[in-house]
Antibody, heavy 119, light 107 residues
């Protein structure tokens, strides 16, 4: 059964870059049938889509974050990563990675990782 | 961006009740709508896609429907495991957007 696991620092200083990795196991990472996505949830608030990446490296970003976001894939390691630059306290959130089959939305999620932006 | 507006924000109900949550899109999204259930400290769980197709393994008491840009999640007989927050999400166009959530509480 396909699983996703996020990892990365739990604390990032303001103005620095947040970096997270999502490792995919138990399934085909390079399938042409899936996109891979990042979604975040500030404490006590709702869900915000950050962006998607295809195994070929094609990306789709939320325009509200586009200038600060980079999502990359590493098919050799069955993983994809998120980089968010110039972070502020508003970027404090639980960050989830998820799998999105084409035309079906996010059907498998990682457990999430809490990232706090603070000096 | 397409705005997704859920109502109500909070719903108090008892076990066995029929529960309905509404999600309205600010423009046409065809049937590209999903529903999720989230419990505290957990990742969202995928329930329904294409507005009315139940994900494999999801109990049949959950159902989804649509009428134009208004979408509905119905729980036919609320069970103790169903007390949670529910989110709708459109995947018709970028940026994908979520509703603000509906918390289903014990009455």
């Amino acid at each position: 059964q396909l699983q996703l696991q996020e990892s990365g620092p739990g604390l990032v200083k303001p103005s620095e870059t947040l970096s997270l990795t999502c490792v995919v196991s138990g399934g085909s990472f390079s399938s042409s049938s899936y996109y891979w996505g990042w979604i975040r949830q500030p404490p006590g608030k709702g869900l915000e889509w950050i962006g998607n990446v295809y195994y070929t490296g094609t990306t789709y970003y939320n325009v509200s974050l586009k200038s600060r976001v980079t999502i990359l894939v590493d098919t050799s390691k069955n993983q994809f990563s998120l980089r968010l630059s110039s972070v502020t306290a508003a970027d404090t959130a639980v960050y989830y990675c998820a799998k999105m089959p084409t035309m079906r939305s996010f059907d498998v999620w990682g457990q999430g990782t809490m990232v706090t932006v603070s000096s | 961006d397409i705005q997704m507006t859920q109502s109500p924000s909070t719903l108090s109900a008892s076990v066995g009740d029929r529960v309905t949550i509404t999600c309205r899109a600010s423009q046409s999204i065809s049937s590209w709508l999903a529903w999720y259930q989230q419990k505290p400290g957990k990742a969202p769980k995928f329930l329904i896609y294409d507005a009315s197709t139940l994900e494999s393994g999801v109990p049949s008491r959950f159902s989804g429907s649509e009428s134009g840009t208004e979408f509905t999640l119905t729980i036919s007989s609320l069970q103790p495991d169903d007390f949670a927050t529910y989110y709708c999400q459109q995947y018709n166009s970028f940026p994908y957007t979520f509703g603000q959530g509906t918390k289903v509480e014990i009455k």
